[in-house]
């Protein structure tokens, strides 16, 4: 599991020629892009707190997500040299790109810290929630990796429609603005049935507002997550010993 | 107790893409629920690679696996070695597999060589520690010590086999998954493969052993499964099922011109580029070939050509499968007759092996220039109970006669080995 992890990180920036710097490239351009257009365009930057740190909190969580999903859910399939030749158990290779995500998490994270420190007034002590709301997001993101990888192998639609489908997916949750700008009742309960919404929106709450993770907004998250992570630990021991057959 | 055990292994596979693949998708147990309501749409367009095969092999045999192309061979080494699960039925394996199902093992294409030597011991089971000592042994075997720092995609085909047959054998196996993959090497590293694999056969570990090359399975294995279709067709000990085969393969083979089972044959003589050459002072014309007796003798008649050529030698020579050249039946330097005509030979026994072997008609002169010398397009297969000559005495068995009476002129002979 470890040398897969390990092989993976090899693999990945390979042949790049600044290499790791892709970890941090992804949140600083669309927090950049970000703040260009709906920082002075929109006129969101009226609130206590500067919306570069509102939007940076929700990219803490959100990078993670979005690079858990891109690079777990093919991690089967472009595996398949290694899947044909060498037993092993099969989920190494989507938990293991999960694994290495990880590496974003921490980077946006430490980026946040920094400019936490830098233009707001530092972080809370509510941001020692950070593990257990990291925790309740890793379950929801293994839920959909192990779900997602799976089908893939099957019909590799899913592949090609996770970009655009994590693009979608972070327009309905509250990344770029927060939840309170949204004015449309409807609306807005259709994006808190999002799980993405609560987790997104209890990093806020831990890292800047400096409150404790509201339960009632997180129910559909922990739902969410459990379900997923049921279903899709369900669907992908279940077809496992295909993929070898068909990748 | 048995190292490898299959009981009623089928393994179904689908063909075709796309689409074909949705029924694949259906996670048990909806997906026989779904097989009883379409029936027909279910199983269209799938074949059974392998069909109820139960074999079990005792720890320290070694096996060969032959059969045609498509006979399943792979596949069951497949399934052994845990890659892919069979369709029903079970497989038992007690003990560390190493398979060499093709030349990448697994490898990554983009990682150096050192990298993959290093996943692919952890995948096994070896620490980095472990691997680090056996680097240099694996560069060494492969001899590829300028390349172990590239990506392996870059390697050529014998490279990365030679890579990846290197990294197994450090990985102290005890069952041994091996398919094809010696076809792929230079003459020299294939020898050392040979001798690796002798002296891992001599350790104690377990072998199967899938090869087009009858040789090669001859020398490797005492015990050989015959598929067909993912049927077995025999099982047992390797001359006899050898014998069998090659003669069902030379059968398959007569089935008229328009068969596609020559390939054994075709794919000789594309391997050593020229079937017919020579200076062409004398021509072959025709070669009538008698089937082999029952005591494994033939007569042939050359018919040929000739033009200003006074003298002659006539040979009939054989090949085996893997290509050796075994021996010759050569004629006296004898006067040609002007024009053309005809020769015939008697050869009382062919000291052969059970196998498949190819005739080589060809006609020289006496100073040793080559005029005509055709590998004919034809198999000659020795089928025996046993073989010809014991292990370690050879190929060939030398026509001998053999009494019990001290011959009156023994004790002139010089002495060689009196035993104390």
Redesign the interface.
């Known amino acids: 599991m ?2 897969l992890v ?2 993976q990180y ?2 990945r920036y ?2 790049s020629m600044v290499g790791l710097a892709w970890a941090i490239i992804p949140p600083i351009a669309t927090l950049a892009t970000a703040m260009l257009v709906f920082g002075n365009i929109a006129g969101l930057d009226k609130g206590k707190n500067s919306y570069s740190l509102i939007t940076m909190a929700a990219l803490v969580p959100w990078t993670f997500f979005a690079s858990s999903l891109t690079a777990g859910i093919p991690s089967i399939v472009s595996n398949s ?8 158990p099969r989920a190494a290779l989507p938990l293991g790109t999960i694994g290495i995500s990880m590496i974003d998490i921490s980077i946006s994270m430490i980026l946040f810290t920094v400019m936490a420190y830098t233009i707001g007034d530092g972080l809370p002590l509510t941001a020692m929630w950070f593990p257990v709301l990291f925790i309740l997001e890793l379950v929801l993101v293994i839920g959909v990796v192990l779900l997602g990888s799976a ?1 893939n192998v ?2 590799r639609d899913v592949k090609l429609a996770v970009p655009l489908g994590t693009q979608l997916w972070m327009f309905l949750t509250p990344v770029l603005y927060p939840l309170s700008t949204v004015e449309s009742p409807g609306v807005r309960t259709f994006m808190l049935a999002n799980p993405m919404t609560g987790v997104v929106e209890s990093f806020r709450d831990i890292l800047i507002h400096g409150t404790a993770p509201d339960a009632q907004l997180l129910m559909p998250a922990m739902i969410g997550a459990l379900g997923l992570l049921l279903l899709g630990s ?2 992908f021991s ?2 496992e ?2 993929f ?3 990748v | 107790m048995n190292i490898v055990e299959a009981n009623n292994v089928t393994k179904n596979y689908r063909v075709g893409v796309g689409r074909a693949r949705i029924r694949e998708m259906v996670p048990p147990p909806f997906d026989r629920g779904l097989a009883k309501v379409l029936n027909k749409w279910w199983y269209k367009d799938t074949f059974n690679a392998l069909e109820d095969i139960s074999l079990s092999f005792p720890a320290g045999s070694s096996v060969g696996l032959i059969g045609h192309n498509g006979a399943g061979k792979t596949t069951m080494l497949k399934v052994l070695a845990g890659v892919t699960a069979p369709t029903t039925g079970s497989i038992k394996v007690n003990g560390r597999v190493a398979a060499l199902i093709d030349a990448l093992v697994g490898f990554h294409p983009e990682l150096t060589g050192r990298e993959n030597i290093f996943f692919l011991g952890s995948m096994h089971g070896f620490g980095r520690r472990d691997m680090r000592a056996r680097v240099e042994q694996i560069a060494d075997f492969a001899q590829i010590d300028e390349m172990l720092d590239t990506p392996v995609k870059r390697f050529s085909a014998g490279m990365s086999a030679r890579l990846g047959f290197a990294t197994m054998a450090t990985l102290d196996p005890e069952i041994l998954l091996v398919d094809e993959i010696l076809a792929v090497g230079d003459a020299n590293f294939q020898q050392r493969c040979i001798q690796w694999l002798d002296s891992y056969r001599e350790d104690g570990g377990t072998l199967l052993f899938v090869s087009h090359n009858l040789g090669l399975v001859r020398n490797m294995t005492k015990h050989v499964v015959w598929l067909d279709h993912g049927k077995v067709v025999q099982e047992g000990l390797t001359s006899k099922v050898l014998g069998d085969y090659a003669r069902a393969m030379e059968r398959r083979d007569s089935d008229g011109p328009a068969n596609k089972n020559r390939w054994a044959a075709k794919k000789l003589m594309k391997s050593t580029g020229m079937n017919r050459w020579g200076a062409g002072g004398v021509r072959i014309q025709e070669v009538h070939l008698s089937e082999p007796n029952e005591r494994h003798g033939l007569t042939v008649s050359i018919r040929y050509e000739a033009s200003n050529v006074e003298r002659g030698l006539f040979c009939l020579g054989f090949i085996d499968e893997a290509g050796n050249e075994i021996g010759a039946a050569v004629s006296q330097p004898l006067v040609l007759k002007q024009g053309g005509g005809a020769m015939q030979c008697s050869i009382e026994t062919l000291g052969f092996h059970s196998g498949i072997y190819f005739p080589v008609a060809a006609i020289l002169s006496p100073d040793g220039v080559v005029h005509d010398r055709w590998r004919l397009d034809r198999a000659v297969v020795i089928e025996r109970d046993y073989d010809a000559v014991p292990d370690g005495f050879g190929a060939v068995e030398i026509a001998s006669r053999w009494s019990k009476d001290a011959s009156p002129d023994a004790s002139e002979l010089p002495r060689l080995g009196t035993a104390e």
């Open positions: 470890l040398s390990r092989r090899q693999v390979r042949q040299t290694t899947l044909t030749r060498i037993p092993f089908i099957f019909a369900w669907y279940s077809v010993t295909r070898a057959d068909v």
